[in-house]
């Protein structure tokens, strides 16, 4: 299996644009996370699915974010627009079961001038 | 506020010694423990999962839990430069009917030579 992908590997936009990262969890997992990495607040979940459902996103900071899961092979995080306190590194995981381990992907850094 | 806590560092230790990382909860009800380690640059990687009280052992890793004390802790045998890398607590809070997986700061190990 080739894991967690995610796309693009790093992202530079300006203040303002649009910014769609792009995750395949692994086959058969029927959870999805996406969280965001920052030196200041550490490792912190937006939002997980499960079967393509979305069961809590109280970690979305505000209405600029949104994710979706049309299906099980594939989720995006949406951010419009862009601020530059957006930039971090978003990583997307999966599991099979809530209550195993996650595969992270390789993640997006993402950077907002 | 339902959290994970963990020691910063960097915690150093001599090559070969035991490198001992402490990892404290505050969510009575939460079943499922994990460690992970994070490369400088890369994705969290899991090592270990826990789930009942006691020791857990894996090669060089043994995971403790302890509900009563809400407390787990990861111990590195045999500590080599390559296990060098922030090492990421993580729990299964509960909230609103639902488990959320919740991730310490992370403690930074450094394995001198």
């Known amino acids: 299996d080739a894991g967690v992908i995610q796309s693009p590997r790093h992202e530079v936009t300006e203040m303002g644009q649009e910014v769609t990262l792009r995750c395949k969890p692994i086959?058969?997992?029927?959870?999805l996370f996406w969280y965001r990495q920052t030196m200041m607040r550490g490792l912190e979940l937006l939002i997980y699915?499960?079967?393509?459902?979305?069961?809590?996103d109280s970690g979305m900071p505000e209405d600029r974010f949104s994710a979706k899961m049309p299906n099980a092979s594939f989720s995006t995080l949406k951010i419009q627009p862009s601020e530059p306190r957006d930039s971090a590194v978003y990583f997307c995981?999966?599991?099979f079961g809530q209550g195993n381990g996650y595969t992270f992907g390789s993640g997006t850094r993402l950077t907002v001038v | 506020q339902k959290e994970v806590e963990q020691n910063s560092g960097p915690l150093s230790v001599p090559e070969g010694a035991i490198a001992s990382l402490n990892c404290t909860y505050s969510?009575?009800?939460?079943?499922?423990f994990f460690w992970y380690r994070q490369y400088s640059g890369k994705s969290p990687e899991l090592i270990m999962s826990?789930?009942?009280?006691g020791d857990k052992e894996d090669g060089r890793f043994t995971a403790q839990l302890n509900k009563a004390s809400q407390y787990v802790s990861l111990l590195i045998r045999d500590s080599q430069p390559s296990d060098s890398a922030t090492y990421l607590c993580a729990v299964l809070l509960s909230s609103g009917g639902s488990y959320i997986p919740t991730f310490g700061r992370g403690t930074s190990l450094i394995v001198h030579p």
């Open positions: 826990i789930y009942s009280n």
């Open positions: 086959s058969g997992h029927d959870y």
């Open positions: 995981a999966s599991s």
């Open positions: 969510d009575r009800v939460s079943q499922s």
């Open positions: 699915f499960n079967n393509n459902v979305p069961i809590d």
